[in-house]
């Protein structure tokens, strides 16, 4: 499967893109906009298709370069972001107030950002390695 490593990071790279910018378009949509569509049933089934792909090529990747969450601190840092941005993710888009969910928006949106510098840094600090 090492043959395959430049692809599946590919892949990885490009859906961890298109979520971020489907999160993004979703999210102005509805908090923003006050728009039905961002919670259109053929729109979720496009995110979670997307997430589905992402997750995939990231089990992929794991297993080719031998690091896994628990062991690995920066992977477990991911984990355990992750977690956090499709917890806070789902409150931008279910809280009654509009506060609550654009306040829920822009936290997910750096929770993801700061998964990304974890990821290009491999170190649990992300962009606060470098200070």
Same mark, same amino acid.
């Given at each position: 499967?090492?043959?395959?490593?430049?692809?599946?990071?590919?892949?990885h790279?490009? /859906?961890?893109? +298109?979520?971020?910018? !489907?999160? %993004?378009?979703?999210? #102005?949509?509805?908090?923003?906009?006050?728009?039905? *569509?961002?919670?259109?049933?053929?729109l979720?089934?496009?995110?979670?298709?997307?997430? /589905?792909?992402? +997750?995939?090529?990231? !089990?992929? %990747?794991?297993t080719i #370069?031998q690091?896994?969450?628990?062991?690995?601190? *920066?992977?477990?840092?991911?984990?355990?972001l992750?977690?956090?941005?499709?917890?806070?993710?789902?409150?931008?888009?279910?809280?009654?107030?509009?506060?609550?969910?654009?306040?829920?928006?822009?936290?997910a949106?750096?929770?993801?950002?700061f998964?990304?510098?974890?990821?290009?840094?491999?170190?649990?600090?992300?962009?606060?390695?470098?200070i």
């Open positions: 499967m090492e043959e395959f490593y430049l692809d599946i990071r590919g892949i790279i490009g /859906t961890v893109i +298109l979520s971020g910018t !489907l999160f %993004l378009i979703r999210v #102005v949509g509805h908090n923003l906009l006050n728009a039905k *569509w961002p919670m259109a049933s053929p979720r089934f496009i995110v979670w298709s997307v997430d /589905t792909i992402l +997750l995939t090529a990231a !089990l992929m %990747l794991m #370069v690091q896994f969450p628990f062991v690995d601190s *920066w992977l477990t840092v991911k984990v355990i992750l977690v956090a941005y499709i917890v806070i993710g789902w409150w931008a888009f279910r809280a009654e107030r509009k506060q609550v969910r654009i306040s829920c928006s822009v936290a949106l750096v929770i993801f950002g998964i990304i510098t974890v990821a290009r840094t491999h170190n649990p600090l992300g962009l606060f390695s470098t």
